[in-house]
């Protein structure tokens, strides 16, 4: 059995892990990070691709943001398209000149994995049987890798593993609770390298479904359309995918679309899901270790952000300041911001999004709820202060 010691031991190397393992480098503190998959693997997950200006400053502050001052698209809008008309949000006026930046998460992972191995970091990729334990005195994490027995011993433990990850489900059934919501719909989504339908985001309600156009970059587009739950990636052809797109489009929206073949194409299930808290002893859970969101209201990877950020600072102020007040208030801190942007995404998906159950009344009120927002500064303003991020 291989034995090493650090201070904190990272399970996950998405954007969670590595941002807090980049944010403790940074900071000289000794960390590791052990990830299941190849760093290969991890980089090439496509996933979402907007980021709030507090995510934008972190990777900033983590010296990992070159790419994505170059790359990144600055957006101060998204349009609202409803009964066959767009409406624009302008973001920045309603926020005082706050705004998102389009800049895809699989681009972010890979910034933060060259800055990792510029830095020569130690990080067990492809490891297997990982197990924790121990997280209520002197943490252990023990896993198999290259051969090899390993046990990091550590003080403290960072569940950055996701939704499916072996941390969260690690903690007694009696020191957890967890709360969800499964949507009866999922997205699939689409990439493929040609030019986006528009200069911003448009999230489409429309009778068939809703739809989202978005993008990567001026040449890279990104399109998602609701499907049922029962249909499979293999039942949409490229050709299927664009037709039904146009036809939940707006007619000048529709004319200006180019289409082409998909690079990426998947269906993913949308749930709202919450852990409480979010840390057991010496064992913190971040991300979507201990949160998922519907991603129509773009939070999946600023949330993950903003528990980095807490939990960045609170380690650090425990190392170099010797105060454990960071780490006991990590998870209400968390929590706080955590349940506004579940509440946030949810609103979203249940304005955008066709229920088959719901009543024709349902229907009506929510038609009405989406025309006050759309029509009203202070329905706008809601709708724009949660997108570009509430404040941490
Ligand atoms: N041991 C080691 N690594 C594990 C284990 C395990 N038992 N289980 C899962 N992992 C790894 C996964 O392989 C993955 O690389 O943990 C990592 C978790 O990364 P993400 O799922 O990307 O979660 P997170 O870093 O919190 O980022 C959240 O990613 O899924 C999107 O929409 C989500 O944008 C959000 C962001
Ligand atoms: C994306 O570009 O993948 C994207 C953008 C906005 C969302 C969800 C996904 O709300």
Same mark, same amino acid.
């Given at each position: 059995m291989e034995i090493v010691k650090t201070k904190v031991a990272i399970i996950g190397s998405g954007p969670a892990g590595l941002l807090l393992g980049q944010l403790l480098y940074k900071a000289g503190i000794d960390h590791v990070i052990i990830e299941q998959r190849s760093a290969e693997y991890v980089a090439s997950r496509i996933r979402a691709g907007i980021l709030e200006q507090v995510s934008v400053d972190l990777l900033e502050q983590a010296g990992v943001d070159q790419n994505l001052k170059a790359n990144g698209l600055p957006h101060s809008g998204i349009e609202i398209l409803t009964n066959?008309?767009?409406?624009?949000?302008? $973001?920045s006026l309603l926020t005082k000149g706050k705004q998102v930046t389009v800049y895809g998460q699989t681009e972010v992972t890979k910034d933060l994995i060259q800055a990792r191995e510029h830095a020569e970091l130690i990080s067990f990729y492809e490891a297997e049987q990982v197990q924790v334990d121990d997280f209520y005195s002197k943490p252990k994490v023990t896993f198999h890798y290259q051969g090899k027995d390993y046990q990091i011993e550590c003080d403290f433990i960072a569940g950055c593993d996701g939704y499916h990850g072996v941390c969260r489900a690690s903690v007694p059934e009696d020191k957890i609770k967890t709360f969800e919501k499964v949507y009866p719909f999922g997205w699939l989504g689409v990439l493929a390298d040609v030019p986006p339908v528009?200069?911003? $985001?448009?999230?489409?309600q429309s009778e068939r479904g809703f739809a989202l156009c978005s993008m990567r970059s001026e040449t890279r587009s990104r399109y998602y359309l609701q499907v049922p739950l029962?249909?499979?990636v293999e039942d949409w052809s490229d050709e299927r995918f664009w037709e039904e797109l146009k036809r939940r489009l707006d007619p000048e929206s529709r004319e200006k679309l180019v289409t082409g073949g998909s690079i990426?194409?998947?269906?993913?299930p949308l749930r709202s899901f919450v852990t409480e808290p979010m840390r057991f002893g010496q064992l913190f859970l971040a991300g979507d270790a201990a949160h998922i969101v519907?991603?129509?209201?773009?939070?999946?990877l600023n949330l993950a952000a903003s528990d980095i950020a807490y939990l960045s600072s609170a380690l650090i102020e425990y190392y170099l300041d010797g105060s454990e007040q960071g780490i006991n208030e990590y998870s209400e801190k968390c929590l706080q911001r955590v349940w506004k942007a579940e509440r946030f995404s949810w609103w979203m998906t249940h304005l955008l999004h066709r229920f088959e159950t719901e009543s024709e009344f349902d229907h009506k009120i929510k038609q009405a709820e989406l025309s006050y927002i759309l029509s009203s500064h202070a329905g706008q303003t809601t709708l724009a202060e949660n997108y570009v991020g509430l404040p941490y």
């Open positions: 066959g008309k767009k409406q624009r949000v302008d $973001l528009a200069d911003e $985001l448009i999230y489409v029962t249909d499979h990426e194409k998947s269906i993913a519907p991603p129509t209201g773009a939070k999946g």
